[in-house]
Structure formats: structure tokens, C-alpha cells
């Protein structure tokens, strides 16, 4: 039985959506600056090691128990505890991760506003008129962002009520192909900077004394886990549109890999231009707002790049986007009986209501903060014992194994129940202590 919202058409559309929402700012401004903060290779190896373990039992874990209950966060979790004779546990517990999908759309909506403000500024010249820090500063005050704030809400909002799974689909296969020939381009670029080496040696020279350090393993593994969106939300409503031929294992390890081929990308177009402009690896978000465009403005054709970056950039941020809004929208329409464009006019009316008064700069990031730390790790780890544990790994092997040649190994079952779900729990007591580390 298909979903009503319909099914992706094939495989690409749907690893295609699930790289459109993994790829984001985390891969951007995050990664870069954590190989920049813990040690280049190093990190990278770690990462590397995390983004297979959790993009094979844990990205699969929330495909399959999507698709497993044909319908997305809410109804999940009613079907898992369903089996236990506990549905009503798991009907209000499902609210977490799906309020912290809808948590982090809204801060996220406010930052890629600023994006698409400073793609504007590239444009027309006034981001490198003004100076990137006056120009930045004119942005995150109290709402100081606000019609690039509602765009991007009603850009994401037009995406979503002309349709779903088609619209998604459709999307995501324009905005992410072009991505990747966006950011390859500016790795392109950067090659021929004086200086550029320096950033090729720190990222791909280990070194190896950082492996010892445990702060290097617990941000790689923060990295990996929040790179790929296990949120115990958005991935489940995909999954619920993917149709039963489809390997998700498979289609897990390809999300995994084009979301780390991304943040790769993301490393060798910036860090190689931070060394060749003598500018500190680990500056944080601030390289994208402030550094980078400096950067761009010391840069014969410097307003080309800088466009074609934070263009990037906003189709990575708005196929974000439209995941967080479309387990919301699910969600709704599954609890409310309410017709689909009604859910996605609610969706985007909750965003911008709450959002507009937190464009001050410290008002998003204590309210990323909050979310990120405390509402989607929780859910996240809610997400893993409700499928491994709850539900068990005998009734989502059967949904793991719909579309595969062959069984699953036989290491997934203790890996998935014995390795995976104690880090997510890891996780979310790790970020509580380090403030953050996804």
C-alpha cells in the first residue's frame, strides 16, 4: 500500500531527498571547521569510520521504520509501541522528535535567510561596499533579516503545497546536482590561490596525535551522527514514501556517501583559501559571514565566487528545509485529517510566528542551542531503542530486507542493538556535557 502523499519515483529521487536534507550548514561551516579545530586527516578518519556505522544501522533504522508503518514521525512511534500494547506511550512521546524537526526548521529558516541576504549583497556588490562585518551586522539583529526570512519560508512553502513526493523529488534533483557543480567549481577556483598547498597538507596530512585525544573522536562522531539528520523524524517520513522494491541499506550507505562527498567538498573550496589569505582554520560559523566573504572580496572575480558559494549554499539550506517542513506537514495531516496545503500553510505560519522574534543572533543561537543539544538527540535516541529495541530487530530486519538480493549480514542485529543504540544515547549525554557537538 503506498502512502498518500504518494512514493518517490525511483532510487535516485529518493537518495537524491535524503542527501538534500543530510547536506546542510553542518557540512559547510561545521566540518571544516572541526578538521580546522582537531586535526585534519585525523578527524576525517574518525569521521569517516562514524558516517559508515551510523549510516548503515542508523539512517536504515529510520528508512525502514517509515516505510514499515506507511506514514512518518507520529505514526511510527505509535507502531512501534503498538506492539507492546503501549500506542498511546508512543503517540505522545512521538511529539519530541517531531517538535524538534519543527524546533530546528525555524532557527534554520533564519539562518538561511542571512544566506540569501548575503547572496544579494555578492550580486550587487554591497556585501563587499560595506565590509562583510557591518554588512553581517545589519542582519542578525531584531529583525533585522526579516524579508529574507520570509522568502525562504515561502519559497519552501511553494515547493511543498503544489505536491509532495513528486515535488520533493523534483526539487531536490535540480537544486542538488547543481550544488555539487557549484561548490566543485569554487574547489576549482581555490587550487590556484598562492599558498592553497598549506590547506591540501592540513587536511590530508593526519596528524595522528590527535587520535589519542578524546575530544577528537567525540566530534567526529557528533559530526557524523548529526550530518546525516537521524533526528528520529525528517528520514522516517522519506522512508514512508519509499517504495518496497527499494534496497534501503543500500540507499542508506548512498546518502552516507554523497553527504560525505559534500562536506569534502565544503573543506576543499574553503580551507584551502583560509591558509592561502593567512586566516585561522577554526573560526567557526563566522566563516561563512564573515571570513569567507573577505576572502572573496581579496579575489579577482571575487563577487562571482562569492555568489555562486552562498547560491550553493541556499539550495543546500532550503533542500534542508523542506524535510524538516515535510515531517511536520506529514505528521499533521496524519493526526488531524487535515487536507495537505492546510498543513503546509500551518507549517510555514508556525515557523515565521515563533522565527521573527528570534532573529537577533544570540536569540537563534541559544534557540539552536536548546534544540540541538537537548530535543533531537532525545529523539533521536527515543528513534533507536523504539525500532531495535521496542519494536525489535526481528520485525524491521523482515523491512530491511524488502528489496535486497540478499539477507542482511549477520552482524548488523548486534552491531544495530549492542553498538548503535548505546552511542545514540552517548550522543546525546556527550553534547549535554560539551555544550554541543553535532
Known sequence: MNHKNGSFSNSLGFVLACVGSAVGLGNIWMFPYRLGQYGGGAFFLIYLLFI???????????????????????????????SRNLKGFGKVMGWIPLLGSLG????????????????????????????????????????????WHIIVVLVTVIVLITGSTAQIERANKVMMP??????????????????????????FIPSWEQLLDVDTWVMAMGQAFFSLSITGSGMLVYGSYLKKDEDIMGSSLQTAFFDTIAALLAALAIMPAVFAFGIEPDKGPSLIFLTLPEIFGQMPMGALFSAIFFLSVTFAGITSLINMFEAVIESVQHRFEMPRRAAVVLCGALCLAVGVFLEAEPKVGSWM?????????????????????????????????????????????????????PLTVAVFILGIIYKGIG
Open 178 to 203: 547543481v550544488f555539487y557543480v557549484l561548490f566543485a567549481a569554487l574547489a576549482v577556483r581555490v587550487v590556484f590561490l598562492p599558498g592553497a598547498s598549506e590547506g591540501y597538507k592540513f587536511l
Open 104 to 147: 530546528i526548521a525555524i532557527g534554520y529558516s533564519i539562518i538561511i535567510g542571512w544566506v540569501v541576504r548575503s547572496l544579494a549583497g555578492s550580486v550587487t556588490g554591497s556585501m563587499f561596499s560595506q565590509g562583510a562585518a557591518a554588512y553581517f551586522a545589519q542582519a542578525n539583529g531584531e529583525f533585522g533579516s526579516l524579508p
Open 369 to 421: 542551542d536548546f534544540v540541538t543539544i537537548l530535543v533531537t538527540p532525545f529523539g533521536a535516541v527515543f528513534g533507536a531503542i523504539s525500532v531495535y529495541y521496542v519494536l525489535g530487530f526481528k520485525e524491521i530486519k523482515k523491512e530491511l530486507e524488502e528489496g535486497r538480493k540478499s539477507p542482511l549480514p549477520a552482524w548488523y542485529g548486534p552491531v544495530a542493538k549492542y553498538v548503535y543504540v
Open 52 to 82: 559508515l556505522l551510523f549510516g548503515t544501522v542508523g539512517l536504515s533504522a529510520e528508512f525502514a521504520i517509515g516505510r514499515r508503518a506507511r506514514t512518518g514521525t507520529l505514526g511510527s512511534y505509535e507502531y512501534c509501541w503498538g
